[in-house]
């Protein structure tokens, strides 16, 4: 066989070879965020290396700013994707219940707030209650709409 040839082979196999190799591979990504400040942390993860991308939004850079000695608290905020082969999973549901209000709406409302209602607003949020969960978030979304019936 000619050494062009073998390298023809070669290249093909790789081209071939390596993308198989690749998707056979475990893949994880998931969207995480912090119920405190609402800061959004992406996680994708590739034969267990991970890799991870926060994305700041209004509620989180005054949160940070706020409480400069605020230690995240994080919760999964959507759904996760995983990957292995031809296997395919999406796991989604159970996120914490402050993620079904925008992270403006909390701004507004922790803005307006004492620390001990924030720390009150925040054990209403995380109760397995529903009254409370609710109670909670027309805390939040009354604050909100009062405030831009204002402006």
Not at 90 to 100: L, T
Not at 139 to 149: G, I, L, Q, R, Y
Request: hydrophobic residues 35%.
């Amino acid at each position: 066989m000619s050494r062009r040839k073998k390298i023809t082979i070669v290249v093909i196999a790789a081209l071939v070879g390596i993308p198989l190799v690749c998707y056979s591979l475990p893949y994880e990504r998931r969207r995480d965020g912090c119920i405190q400040c609402r800061l959004v942390k992406y996680v994708g993860s590739f034969c267990g290396i991970s890799i991870t991308r926060e994305i700041p939004n209004e509620c989180s850079r005054w949160y940070i700013q706020t409480h400069p000695d605020h230690k995240h608290e994080w919760s999964r905020a959507g759904c996760i994707y995983r990957r292995c082969g031809l296997s395919v999973t999406w796991r989604c549901g159970g996120e914490h219940h402050v993620f079904d209000i925008l992270p403006e709406m909390q701004k507004v409302f922790l803005s307006s707030c004492t620390p001990e209602q924030q720390a009150q607003w925040f054990e209403l949020l995380a109760s397995r209650k529903q009254e409370d969960i609710e109670k909670a978030q027309k805390m939040a979304t009354d604050a909100f709409f009062e405030e831009v019936a204002h402006d």
